[in-house]
């Protein structure tokens, strides 16, 4: 295991292992047992036993793209998806709409599945606005960081980033892609960064799987008069809960009076494969309840018929 003997990670079944070592399965499964606990092994239900694939360490407290994060640890390499011009959905023109300036109205969108040393890391859709995101088409995304890319085009540094980190399970499409089991543990990363003159300009949702990434940093308490003062008791504080204007029972919603019979547009461009054709009328409806809102389905739709029903807390 320690020599990378196993390259899938999967191992041989406890019957073949106890035939090739001469021992009962009893004692495989003691095996497995001390190895789990030093964490060399992981269990995987529906998999097998596999081996504990090697983590990297990912710092929280510098801006870097992922090739200068891991340059120490091995080559990473883009595989492009997809990359062109898209009408952004509503959430992703508002973050990215400059101070004091209109939303953006297209933005340029770019799906890349990030490999180290040949491994599936991260899944990257990156959003950028077009005056910096068009001339980034044109060059070498397969084995540059997109940081670097703006930095040269935008002709100054990045300034600083907003960023959540949330524990999400791989849907289908992701798992797929990853090389993952569905519903395994992933690592969801979205990050909003602007330039040195405070100008967002691109907005990324990065699925990192979660058995190959330790994150750290380091932090500092501060002084006592820099502490956040203790919070309202509950019947002190105003809650206002604003109201959803619409309700939608599923992510995307097909208009069927304007759908036009036989186009496949937005089936085509569904990441996660979750429209689909009816069998009944030859129009496109969602077939699998699962949504990125990314919204390339909405913005190809050329009558309008294609809705993505942004959720609240999302908007």
Same mark, same amino acid.
């Given at each position: ?13 406890? $019957? ?18 001390? @190895? ?12 097998? *036993? ?13 801006? /870097?793209? %992922? ?14 998806? *997809? ?12 973050? %990215? ?7 953006? *109205? ?21 959003? /950028? ?45 992701? $798992?797929?892609? @990853? ?12 990050? /909003? ?25 380091? %932090? ?6 820099? /502490? ?85 807390? @999302?908007?």
């Amino acid at each position: 295991m320690l020599q990378g003997a196993f390259p899938d990670g999967l191992l041989p079944g406890e $019957a073949s292992l106890a035939q090739a070592f001469g021992v009962s399965r009893n004692a495989i499964r003691d095996a497995f047992g001390i @190895l789990r606990a030093e964490g060399l092994l992981v269990r995987v239900q529906g998999v097998g *036993t596999m081996v504990a694939a090697r983590k990297y360490p990912h710092g929280l407290d510098r801006l /870097l793209g %992922l090739a200068e994060t891991l340059r120490e640890h091995g080559e990473v390499v883009n595989e492009v998806r *997809t990359a062109g011009m898209i009408v952004p959905p509503p959430a992703v023109a508002a973050r %990215l709409r400059p101070p004091g300036g209109p939303p953006a *109205t297209t933005v340029v969108c770019i799906e890349r599945l990030r490999r180290l040393n040949g491994l599936p890391f991260s899944l990257d859709l990156t959003y /950028l606005v077009p005056d910096i995101g068009e001339p980034l088409l044109g060059e070498d995304l397969a084995h540059n960081d997109i940081f670097a890319l703006i930095e040269a085009h935008a002709g100054q540094h990045l300034g600083g980033a907003s960023l959540t980190v949330e524990a999400v399970n791989a849907d289908p499409h992701s $798992a797929a892609v @990853l090389n993952a089991p569905p519903g395994a543990a992933l690592l969801m990363v979205e990050r /909003l960064t602007r330039l040195a003159d405070g100008r967002p300009v691109d907005l990324e949702y990065i699925r990192v799987r979660g058995d190959r990434v330790v994150l750290h940093g380091e %932090l500092s308490r501060g002084a006592p008069d820099d /502490l956040p003062s203790a919070p309202l008791p509950a019947t002190e504080q105003e809650f206002i809960m604003p109201l959803v204007e619409t309700r939608a029972d599923v992510p995307v919603t097909i208009d069927a009076s304007l759908c036009v019979e036989g186009c496949t547009l937005c089936v085509d461009i569904c990441p996660l494969d979750s429209l689909a054709i009816s069998p009944d009328n030859g129009k496109a409806y969602m077939h699998v309840d699962e949504c990125w809102y990314c919204g390339p389905c909405a913005a190809r739709c050329p009558t309008g018929a294609v809705t993505v029903n942004m959720p609240y807390l @999302l908007r």
